[in-house]
């Protein structure tokens, strides 16, 4: 069971450098090239929409949300299309990307989410 767990944790991996490939690929339709960016950038970014320390809803991002945008991106992208940038990602497996971009935007979303709850709390 390890072994499959740690096989399919490769797969996710790849799959989502192949989707960073995409959003740049000219071969990509523009609305997978935007849905794999945002995939990408989430799954790339060193920080979390909702926290890990939070029970259960911490890892919901990560266990159903983000296999599911995964899935959901690679469908859009034609099957010619993703095996060719399959193997791209695997040649650049080594070299990681991560997204900075991706950061910016999860701290923009909790700031807001701070400043409405802030406007909510102090509101009189």
């Not at 990602?89 to 971009?101: D, G």
Request: glycine content about 2%.
């Amino acid at each position: 069971m390890f072994d499959r767990l740690k096989e399919w944790a490769k797969r996710v991996r790849l799959d989502v450098l192949a989707l960073y490939l995409a959003a740049r690929d000219p071969r990509v339709p523009w609305y997978a090239k935007a849905l794999a960016a945002l995939v990408a950038a989430y799954a790339l970014s060193p920080i979390d929409l909702i926290p890990d320390f939070i029970p259960v809803l911490g890892y919901f991002d990560d266990l159903v949300v983000l296999p599911l945008g995964i899935k959901v991106a690679i469908r859009m992208i034609p099957d010619d299309v993703m095996a060719d940038l399959r193997k791209q990602a695997e040649e650049r497996m080594l070299t990681r990307p991560r997204s900075a971009v991706g950061a910016v935007i999860v701290i923009l979303v909790w700031l807001t989410a701070a400043v409405i709850l802030v406007r909510i709390l102090f509101k009189r």
